[in-house]
């Protein structure tokens, strides 16, 4: 399967989205993907707001059942949500789940204007009822195999496929 071109994808969302960059607007990329993203897009977009990251592992509603799968990272949200649209970055929408997790984090910040899901792929799939307002590529991503983001030493993103890791 031929994946598309992920700094491609990357520029296409950043024209896609630069007309919404308002006053009001700020960023948060879920680690480790979407804050790869994230740290793309920002500049580019000019957002005001410092770049807020975030791990969601404590938030998974899974978490009791996985345990952590990873170091947990340190949310950073160096701006007050209240009020705010914000743009929610991940790199590649599947269940839905990390969506969720992400939100109810949110939450526990402030109560934001209005939330809107940016990723570079999706890959169908979804257990939940969550939709990507902004999206660099709808995928078919065939069974047993999982998408994911990955960033060389010089900082070049590029989608590979992986078999799926056993739970």
Known sequence: M???????LCEELARELEPRIGPKSAMIGLYTGGAWLAERLHPMLGVHAPLGLMDIAFYRDDYHARGLQHDPKRTK???????????LVDDVLYTGRTVRAAMNE????????SISLVVLADRGGRQLPICAQHCGARLEVPAGMRLSLKRDPAGRLALVLEPERAA
Request: no cysteine; charged share 35%.
């Open 77 to 87: 949200i160096p701006f007050d949500v209240n009020g705010r649209d914000l743009l």
């Open 2 to 8: 031929k994946l598309p071109d992920a700094e491609k």
């Open 106 to 113: 949110l939450f526990d910040y402030g109560r934001p204007q």
